[in-house]
């Protein structure tokens, strides 16, 4: 057994190559294999958000509190608020982030294959996120 107790792991500020405005990241677990499974807890500014991206295993995310949007390549942007529940397939293009005028907080659940979790593409434009959301 391993216990973090709470607010002992180390936040970092999400890296401007995979992310735009301002976001913290804390870490929840990230065990050694064989487990695959990784998890963060992010907290996204208003208007911040990820760059596109895909995982290659899928991802969960769960909306702890406030509202945000998300969008997949092509598809419509969505409003996400708390308590929401947002599968992405592997492989799937996607970006995720704060509504315009609210903060967001998710717990992002994603499985690692042959070490990788994610792999990050190019930033989402300011008009692509824009979009009216429904």
């Not at 294999?33 to 907290?43: D, G, L």
């Not at 760059?51 to 899928?58: D, R």
């Not at 942007?77 to 708390?82: A, K, P, S």
Request: aromatic share 6%.
């Amino acid at each position: 057994m391993d216990i973090h107790e709470n607010g002992t792991r180390p936040t970092s500020a999400g890296p401007p190559e995979y992310f735009t405005g301002k976001v913290e990241i804390e870490p929840i677990i990230s065990p050694d294999p064989p487990a695959r499974i990784r998890a963060v807890s992010v907290i996204f500014q208003p208007g911040a958000r990820t760059a596109w991206h895909t995982h290659p295993l899928g991802q969960t995310l769960v909306i702890l509190r406030g509202q945000g949007r998300a969008q997949t390549r092509g598809g419509p942007v969505r409003v996400l608020n708390t308590g929401d529940t947002v599968w992405f397939a592997p492989g799937e293009e996607h970006w995720h982030g704060a509504a315009p005028d609210r903060t967001m907080c998710h717990l992002a659940m994603q499985e690692a294959r042959d070490g990788s979790a994610v792999d990050w593409l190019e930033h989402v434009t300011d008009a692509d996120y824009a979009q009216q959301a429904r």
